[in-house]
């Protein structure tokens, strides 16, 4: 109870605007990942803390990204051990492995400078392991087990 109102304050105090971004389909099994993220960082109500639901990164994101300070995506990634969570700098390594969802964030970077050439940008991706992909509703097992310490350590990057 005293912990939502503590965050609440740091954001207010800090007056660090922080977009979250919960990237993913939901009809796709765990792709919808990034959306129950993004849904524990909403709960808490955090002071100067946006949170969406997108299916997938849009150039058309790149105008409201860049009015944050920071910006934090969170989607489901294939190709990680079953428990991983990862956390990319996108900034300090903006290479074109790193694609959310087939686009480059390379190009959302530079959109972004474009339209707002003194943004100093912090975003990062926070990825955590899809197993199953497939057209449907529910997690995947291993997933459901994991999404209460993949909650957990979102809030813990995004709210610390």
């Not at 660090?16 to 099994?29: A, E, H, S, W």
């Amino acid at each position: 109870m005293h912990s939502g109102f503590i965050l609440g304050c740091i954001g207010f105090l800090t007056g660090m605007k922080t977009l979250v971004v919960g990237i993913g389909n939901p009809l796709r099994r765990d792709d919808g990942l990034g959306w129950l993220l993004a849904d524990a960082i909403r709960m808490k109500n955090p002071a100067n803390v946006e949170v969406r639901h997108e299916l997938q990164l849009l150039p058309e994101l790149a105008a409201e990204v860049s009015r944050f300070d920071r910006v934090f995506l969170l989607d489901a990634a294939v190709g990680l051990e079953p428990d991983d969570f990862r956390r990319f700098d996108l900034v300090v390594d903006p290479v074109s492995s790193h694609r959310v969802h087939d686009f480059p964030v390379r190009d959302l970077l530079d959109l972004m400078k474009i339209l707002n050439p003194d943004w100093t940008p912090q975003l990062y991706l926070l990825a955590v392991a899809g197993q199953d992909f497939s057209v449907g509703e529910g997690l995947s097992e291993t997933c459901s087990g994991m999404l209460p310490v993949w909650q957990e350590k979102a809030l813990q990057e995004i709210l610390h």
